[in-house]
């Protein structure tokens, strides 16, 4: 045994480099308001529990279905193609992965707006890829710039409704991202909640074969401790990305509990109407406080204070035991030297939201 051995020298450089993504705060004790992380603040359908204990109790001696026939075949009804067009994940970031792993090779580039999701380019970083901004207008609008970047991109995410801000692009804005030679990621972790509830009329368009839609069951579904999302794409790039995914890549317990909480839309429906009316009423009363709040097609609101405070704020809902998310985006917008920060709070109950206000009130 080498005692001198350095282990850290042993890791790829790309990996040594690496920084790695940071998840918002996940306390263990009891007690929290918890508005940091976007989780759905209801409890799954019945029909969830229900399909796990039947699983527990009958199926953990086998491996699963591979292919996860039945999810597949129940899921295609909500976007209207066929189960080929269908490939579930470990959660939607274990698709992203396999998305960098089927189509970006080391020194390829990938593109995503920002301010948005980090993990992608955590996950450019991984691979050995280089990573570009897709700078956005003050109204979070695209610039001709980042138009020019997302062409000669081999890939292109962006997230629809995006984080932090909660807005969402229409088709004819996401059609001018589309890269020349290259793949376009439609992130739509937080579809469910908008007002219209997917873009699968892009997979029709004439980019259609370009396009993979992800989706998750963390948000709308309640099933953040699952992990369980898919893709939606053409079935020659689903095919491509299956040589790629590990062989049993979901569980059985996970498959179960996703097939259950696919087949009760009635249920999901239920706690969106009542995420997005919190939501109507989180943005009201945040606008009394002097709060900017910008109109949110997702499960939480962005927000900024004429004080300009955040980290404070932050710091003193903390001190309450009320957890929300503080973003700082350094170097954010066309101009190099602008700073956007602010606060993500996710939607929580009435009650969870009454007890954030509460202390709003009683802090500023």
Not at 82 to 97: A, M, Q, V
Request: glycine share 6%; net charge negative.
């Amino acid at each position: 045994m080498n005692s001198n051995l350095n282990i850290s020298n042993l890791f790829r450089p790309d990996v040594q480099r690496l920084i790695g993504y940071i998840p918002g705060e996940q306390p263990q004790q009891t007690g929290w308001t918890k508005l940091n992380t976007n989780e759905n603040p209801y409890p799954p359908s019945p029909l969830v529990v229900e399909a796990i204990q039947k699983a527990a109790t009958s199926s953990l001696m086998q491996y699963p279905d591979p292919l996860v026939k039945h999810f597949r075949e129940l899921t295609s009804e909500l976007f209207h193609v066929d189960p080929d067009w269908i490939l579930p994940g470990n959660g939607s970031d274990e698709i992203l992965t396999i998305l960098l792993r089927s189509f970006v090779d080391a020194g390829e580039s990938i593109a995503f707006p920002y301010p948005s999701y980090i993990l992608y380019g955590t996950l450019a970083e991984i691979q050995g890829a280089v990573f570009e901004h897709l700078p956005l207008n003050a109204d979070w609008s695209f610039t001709s710039e980042a138009k020019q970047i997302a062409q000669r991109s081999k890939m292109v995410f962006v997230p629809n409704p995006n984080s932090p801000s909660g807005n969402c692009w229409s088709d004819a804005e996401l059609k001018q991202l589309m890269p020349t030679n290259g793949i376009f990621v439609l992130d739509e972790a937080y579809g469910d909640f908008r007002d219209q509830p997917h873009s699968g009329e892009l997979l029709q368009s004439e980019f259609g074969k370009q396009i993979v839609i992800t989706r998750t069951l963390s948000k709308s579904y309640s099933l953040a401790g699952i992990r369980f999302g898919f893709a939606v794409a053409h079935p020659e790039v689903i095919a491509g990305m299956r040589k790629v995914k590990d062989s049993y890549n979901c569980n059985t317990l996970s498959i179960a509990a996703a097939c259950a909480a696919i087949s009760d839309q009635q249920w999901t429906q239920k706690d969106k109407d009542a995420i997005c009316k919190t939501r109507t009423r989180l943005a009201s009363s945040l606008t009394e406080f002097g709060f900017d709040v910008l109109p949110s097609q997702a499960n939480f609101l962005w927000c900024t204070h004429k004080t300009g405070s955040h980290e404070t704020l932050y710091e003193q809902l903390k001190d309450r035991k009320i957890l929300v998310r503080y973003m700082k985006y350094p170097q954010a917008g066309p101009q190099s030297d602008q700073l956007i920060d602010g606060l993500r709070i996710t939607i929580g109950t009435d009650d969870q939201i009454d007890t954030l206000l509460t202390a709003i009130r009683e802090i500023l």
